[in-house]
């Protein structure tokens, strides 16, 4: 047959801009004299971009001493789908400082451990998610409730070194 088939060419697909979040490291917890945090100002460092987030839910994560150590935003779309990224405050290349889409290296803090150091003894409710965080501390007024960063998926990864603290003896 003499039937020939037109060459087609090859696909390139554009190159991604390379990913510039390992030039960023979170800095914990956030210094004092750090602005306040802006949602709609949120540095992206994989796109280097910065984006205007509008979360539905904005929450803070203490250490023991009530230290900021960085925030969990909400982000729910029209399509009932959501995202929640760690913001933390970063240090970059030069030495810039600003608010970062950019979670911590592991171990994960639990968000709620400046409520149990100064409740040391009282019950301890461990759930999953900033929501329920909330919602137990309103209803279950007996307990402390705390959570860790990530979801589920990184519950593995979270750092339980504060529930083994020695208590100091009179």
């Known amino acids: 047959s003499n039937c020939k088939l037109p060459e087609i060419g090859t696909f390139t697909p554009p190159k991604a801009k390379p990913d510039e979040s390992k030039k960023?490291?979170?800095?914990?917890?956030?210094?004092?004299?750090?602005?306040?945090y802006n949602p709609g100002?949120?540095?992206n460092p994989k796109s280097s971009k910065m984006r205007n987030y509008r979360p539905t839910r904005q929450d803070a994560y203490r250490d023991a001493n009530g230290k900021l150590i960085c925030f969990v935003v909400r982000l729910d779309f029209d399509d009932g789908q959501k995202i929640c990224p760690t913001i933390t405050y970063c240090i970059g290349p030069g030495g810039e400082k600003r608010w970062c889409a950019k979670r911590m290296p592991a171990p994960f803090p639990l968000q709620g451990l400046d409520e149990l150091a100064k409740r040391p003894k009282d019950?301890?409710?461990l759930v999953s998610g900033?929501?329920?965080k909330e919602f137990a501390m309103h209803e279950m007024t007996g307990f402390i409730a705390i959570s860790w960063l990530g979801g589920d998926q990184t519950v593995g990864s979270v750092d339980i070194s504060f529930f083994f603290f020695k208590q100091k003896t009179a």
Do not use: G, H, N, R
Request: hydrophobic share 35%.
């Open 41 to 43: 100002q949120t540095f």
């Open 130 to 132: 900033e929501k329920c």
């Open 123 to 125: 019950c301890v409710l």
């Open 24 to 36: 960023w490291d979170s800095i914990i917890p956030v210094p004092d004299d750090a602005p306040e």
